[in-house]
């Protein structure tokens, strides 16, 4: 493809140097606008690592210290973390899983793009892979010098997806590969196809609550202490670039490129964390400042989602779903708290849940954020009407619940509904149903 797009190129380039039949040529050739040739970027590939890899593009090998000390096996409990893996996860004996999966096996993906919003437009000028080696992190990049060189461009990066490996990336589900598999349809070529995990949204879930925002720059910075000191803004890509273009500026693209590095190592050293806090939740919430509420909860949808999909949680890993639980509600976590409740429940400990419920109804109603003491008080109501066979009761908290504002329009129909036959059958002095 490339071989044909620069056959191409240089035919066009050939015609335009041809002067046109009834046009009078400048007599000043100083006065003719130069015709659009490959810069020269010898500069630049004598400043920096970068050599030839294609036509109009480049490529540099670099290897750097993994950030985070870690085992080299990956928890069986990441996927609970990462449900992308959850493929990986493989169940053994009863009461027992695995992770059929390991640190060689993933490659760490990003792209610097001349847009942040996506489109047919847009061009990724900059890919960077990276993977665990025996040394550290070695972390291959493409230039791409100017837009006749894309289709070299595009098969020197598709050319580290062979072997099949698991993609990693930070959103790059939404956009990366996005904008990956639309560049290869616009030259002609066939999309890689690979397995992807993407931690943007398990970071949401940790840290949304915590920091100011979960962009991956913050997370590096205010929970690994990583130092992005005099790192540019990855939101200046595409302006340096076209300024590349333009002027033959190399020093702020190679900025760029250094960016794109530390992304990389980046993206290792959050996904080196998520395999801490799967692997030791309990002491990695203070350690990582996890919001203890979500990842408690995370970890109960895990344990849920499994029993569906009829994986098995081990001992341990229930042992620590449920400690998560209790430390989260000792921690204030309404959410948390009604859970817990729910759950014992059903495991027939209804007097258990009952108190609890109670405890949660009971506590500070600035606490009790969105619909859970609404919640509580129409479980509590569930209770009372079916298990306890106390209408008047069920029918206080019915009550109590609908006085209660904000309440989503589907909940307060059902609410409505069960405070009508509560009604019904204290009117018809009914002992039960």
């Known amino acids: ?33 130069p015709v659009p040739e490959a810069q020269n970027h010898s500069q630049l590939i004598a400043n920096s690592s970068f050599f030839e890899a294609g036509f109009q593009t480049l490529k540099r090998t670099t290897l750097l210290d993994i950030p985070l000390a870690w085992a080299a096996a990956l928890p069986q409990t990441l996927p609970i973390l990462i449900p992308d893996l959850n493929p990986y996860r ?11 999966l ?40 493409y230039l791409l010098l100017d837009y006749p060189g894309e289709g070299d461009f595009l098969e020197a990066a598709l050319a580290e997806f062979s072997p099949p490996r698991l993609i990693v990336s930070y959103n790059g589900k939404s956009f990366d590969s996005q904008i990956l598999k639309t560049r290869c349809l ?71 490129c250094d960016h794109n590095l530390r992304d990389i190592r980046g993206l290792a050293a959050i996904f ?44 341990n890993e229930l042992r620590l779903g449920e400690a998560l639980l209790e430390l989260a509600v000792a921690r204030g976590g309404v959410r948390a708290a009604y859970v817990l409740a729910l759950d014992l429940i059903r495991e027939g400990k209804a007097d258990d849940g009952r108190k609890r419920l109670l405890v949660l109804i009971a506590g500070d109603s600035q606490a009790l954020a969105g619909e859970v003491k609404c919640l509580a008080l129409r479980q509590l109501a569930i209770d009372a009407e079916w298990r306890l066979r106390d209408h008047k009761t069920a029918l206080a908290y019915t009550e109590a619940a609908l006085a209660l504002e904000n309440i989503r329009e589907s909940l307060r129909h059902e609410l409505e509904t069960r405070r009508e036959r509560l009604l019904s059958k204290s009117n018809q002095g009914l002992g039960g149903e």
């Open 272 to 315: 080196i964390s998520l395999c801490h806090i799967a692997a030791d939740p309990l002491s990695a919430i203070d350690t990582y400042r996890v919001d203890a509420e979500q990842l408690a909860l995370r970890w109960r949808d895990a344990w849920h989602s499994a029993l569906r999909r009829g994986n098995d949680f081990d001992d």
């Open 1 to 33: 493809m490339g071989q044909n797009l620069r056959a191409r190129l240089q035919r066009i380039r050939e015609t335009k140097k041809e002067p046109v039949i009834g046009i009078e040529s400048a007599s000043d050739e100083s006065q003719v606008p």
């Open 186 to 256: 616009m030259n002609g070529m066939m999309p890689p196809v690979y397995a992807h995990a993407d931690l943007l949204h398990p970071a949401r879930r940790l840290w949304k609550r915590v920091l100011p925002d979960c962009s991956q720059a913050t997370i590096e910075t205010e929970i690994l202490g990583l130092d992005r000191t005099g790192d540019v803004p990855g939101a200046l890509a595409p302006e340096i670039w076209f300024n590349f273009l333009k002027n033959n500026d190399f020093a702020p693209l190679l900025e760029i």
């Open 90 to 100: 493989r169940k053994q004996n009863p009461g027992q899983a695995e992770l059929t």
């Open 102 to 141: 390991n640190p060689q096996d993933l490659l760490f993906f990003d792209l610097e793009t001349t847009g942040l919003s996506g489109g047919a437009g847009t061009v990724a000028f900059l890919a960077a892979f990276g993977r665990f080696v025996p040394a550290g992190l070695q972390i291959d990049q």
